[in-house]
């Protein structure tokens, strides 16, 4: 059983930063990648990035290539997004998840915990 809980958002002018943070709990196992997803409202849910524990393989959507910085601090179970030159698009409820897959899946069903979410509103 794996345990998340994200922290951190909140509202920002466009061009300003945010850093989520994402804290794990749990059988390591079950949190081989971390990724971040979000939701806006009327869209689906989409990944932004994600992170495999071991070796510290990233991927980014392309949406979001070069402002935002997925990492993590192993010592502390804890991953971090940190948003830079936010745009009104990137509002959205940001979620964190883990699965213990292999490999880091790009579609949500491929995790298997969630955390609550948090907001993120970036204004013009």
């Known amino acids: 059983q794996v345990r998340v809980v994200e922290s951190g958002g909140g509202s920002v002018q466009a061009g300003g930063s945010l850093r989520l943070s994402c804290a794990a709990s749990?059988?390591?196992?079950?949190?081989?990648?971390m990724g971040w997803f979000r939701q806006a409202p009327g869209k689906e849910r989409e990944v932004v990035a994600n992170i495999y524990r071991e070796g510290g393989s990233t991927y980014y959507a392309d949406s979001v290539k070069g402002r935002f910085t997925i990492s993590q601090d192993k010592a502390k179970n804890t991953v971090y997004l940190q948003m830079n030159s936010l745009k009104p698009e990137d509002t959205a409820m940001y979620y964190c998840?883990?699965?213990?897959?292999?490999?880091?899946?790009?579609?949500?069903?491929?995790?298997?915990?969630w955390g609550q979410g948090t907001q993120v509103t970036v204004s013009a």
């Open positions: 998840a883990s699965s213990g897959r292999s490999y880091c899946g790009l579609a949500d069903n491929e995790y298997n915990y």
């Open positions: 749990g059988s390591t196992l079950g949190r081989r990648c």
